[in-house]
């Protein structure tokens, strides 16, 4: 697979991004093109992926382009679509799963509609982004896939449960992934970012009581960037992790080692007693 003598080096190779119009997928994209590879960007909103492809062209190593393609990772022809449009930019062999989003509230006020939206993202997106890849990727003689899971994959939010089921399925479709394909050469680990400012953020980022909480878990005591977590997932698709595969590694100033964040101030503000359903507390 390698096309130079550096592992580190992702020069003829191209990669699927999805969501990478902004935060964290734009993130991983700003690496990918410094490392050499051509990105395709892969979202709903294109005037955001041309803003994106714009910025990306100025960092771009020599001979790695940037295109874009409109896609709703929740309509499988679309998915399908998006990777078609991925391998006629050459030789397609890696893929960031990253489109998703979150939602908080409590568990007996979810929506159903709530519930099927933040699933059909983060985890049936994912899925149908791999499914359409891998065979791509095989035809290629292998590859690397990097999903985008948290640390609410491990450990709970209270609150956020759709999201935090969500990020835990991936997990486990990418060990699947993993285990199932490895004999095609095509490796498969996932990533766990924990609080990072970005559009998805900016109202917890924003809210004082929420994110001291977030920081006050961090051994490492900051939030991360989008370089903490692109710079990872640059390893996890290079050459450099050849033999690395179903893994989950957190990135996260170290917040996995301690409690899940308290956004109870936020639901508490929004919902008051109602946030739990009636009844005594024990
Ligand atoms: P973001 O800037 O809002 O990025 C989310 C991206 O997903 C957007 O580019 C959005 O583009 C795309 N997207 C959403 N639904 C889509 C769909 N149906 N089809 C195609 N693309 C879709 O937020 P972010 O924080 O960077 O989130 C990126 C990933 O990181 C998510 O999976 C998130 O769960 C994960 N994550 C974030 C944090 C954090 O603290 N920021 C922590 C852990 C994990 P369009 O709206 O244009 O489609």
Redesign the pocket.
Known sequence: MSSTSDPRSLAGRVALI????????LGCARELVAAGATVVL????TD??VSAADELRKVAAPGAEVLTVA????NEDSVSAACARTAEAGTFTLVVA?????SGGPIHLTQLDDWNGVIG??LT?AFLTIKHAVPYLSANGGGSIVA?????GPVTHRFMTP?DVS?AGLEMLIRQTADELGCRNIRANAV??????????EAMINYPPVVDDYISQMPLGRV?T?EDVGRLVRFLLSDESSWITGTCISVDGGHHLRRGPNIEPFMEMALGDARYPAGPAN
């Open positions: 999805t969501g990478g119009g902004s935060g964290i997928g892969a979202a709903r909103n955001r992926l896609c709703d990772v929740t990253n489109a998703g989003f979150g993202t983060n997106g985008v899971s948290s640390i609410a999201y990020k766990r970012p924990g609080l990072v400012p970005t559009d998805a953020t991360g989008t």
